[in-house]
Every structure is written in structure tokens, then in C-alpha cells.
């Protein structure tokens, strides 16, 4: 039998295979992956920071990182429990993809203790918060951060952040305002004042409505009674 890959050859391995695919990942650890149909070595890798890659020796060289394949996986199943989903990382460096989030959301600024969270595509995550959770997204000029609010206006999901946490943003915001004791039954946002404050209609269980406006950080601008609000688009 060959010998095993020493520790060291698999790292000068690795960092071979992944050099165009990992970008700045210093390889620190490394293992071996087996080999493709088509005879390509494949490798996994942990990176000194960041997310770890599995790596496939192919031409061009291709691979993920450990976030992307995991989230991928889980959109995957979710849509056909049969599927095949490749290689996965397996390293249990690799395997906390709750410190990466963690470490990302704190690049991006976002003021909350991660407690889920996922990828939901190349440099996007979903993240999951005790309250509202953000769509963070990383990006050449740095990190977008798109609170969950607005991910629901946009016609998306956020997969760890409830309608009860997207209340409890209401409640916050219209804490001390004339809509303090307005409970939010339904709601729908209306477009965006000369101010940039985004401007919402809220519907109220057991009272009149309200139009009220957020600013870019969510806090209160204004609120307006739906009574007093004929002129606000209409």
C-alpha cells in the first residue's frame, strides 16, 4: 500500500488545487477528498480564516466554500429529498458555520447575537437574530445589510425571522408615538418620502390605522393617524 499524505502534503495539495478558486485562503489544514468519475483529486481545506473550500483538481480547478455548499444542500433537498448533493465539508473547523455567520454579521455591523443563519447564495446569508434578522450580502465596496423587514416587502423570506419577530420591529419603532398602542395586524409599505424614510401603511387590530415613516436605521420619523392621512398618497 502507498503511504498516506503527509499532513504537509496534502496542505501544498490543496493550496495547488485552490489557488484560483479560494482567493486568500491560507491553507491550514487539509484532507483528501477521493476522486472524481473523471479522475480529479478533490480536497478539503481549512482556511486561517474565513470559511474552509472543498477544492476539485479538474481544468479549470472548481470547488465552494464550506457556507455555499451546506446552504445549496439544504435548498436542494428542499426541493427534491432525493437529490445528490456533491461533496460536503466534513472538518470540524469547517463545521461551525455559526462562528463564520457570527464573524460576518460583526464585519457588516449588525448589532445582534446570531443564533441561525445560512447561505442563500454566492456571498449572501441569512441570518437569524432573537428579534428581526438581516440578509447580509458582501459585496466589493463592502457589506449590504438588508433587515428582514424589507426582505418581506421585497417578496422575499427570511428563513429564521417570524412574523412575531417582525412585529416586535413595529413595536419597538412606534414605542412612545401617537401609534404606541396600535397592535399591528397587517401591513404594507408605500414607497419612499423626499427624506429617504420609507414609508408604511400599518393596519391596527382595534383601532384606526396608521401611516408612519422609517428611516433608513428603522427608528421612527413619523406617524400619522389614517384619518389625518388623506393626503398622503391617497
Known sequence: QPAEPSPEGLRASARRVGEPVSGACQVTEAAHRGTTADGAEAYEAVCAS?????????????????????????IQRERDPAVSIGTQCSLPTNL?????????????????????????????????????????????????VTPCLTVKYDGRTCRFTTEEELNGVWRAALAGSPAADCPVADSRRMGVDANGNTVYELKCTEQTGFIVRLTPRQTLAAATACADAAHIAG
Open 50 to 74: 474565513g470559511p474552509g473550500y472543498i477544492l476539485i483538481g479538474q481544468t479549470p480547478p472548481t470547488g465552494g466554500d464550506c457556507l455555499l455548499l451546506a446552504g445549496s444542500a439544504v
Open 96 to 144: 461551525d458555520h455559526l462562528g463564520f455567520l457570527r464573524a460576518f454579521a460583526r464585519e457588516a455591523g449588525v448589532a445582534c447575537e446570531v443564533n441561525e443563519g445560512m447561505a442563500v447564495s454566492l456571498n449572501r446569508y441569512d441570518i437569524g437574530c432573537d428579534g428581526q434578522g438581516y440578509w447580509i450580502e458582501k459585496a466589493e465596496t463592502g457589506w449590504v
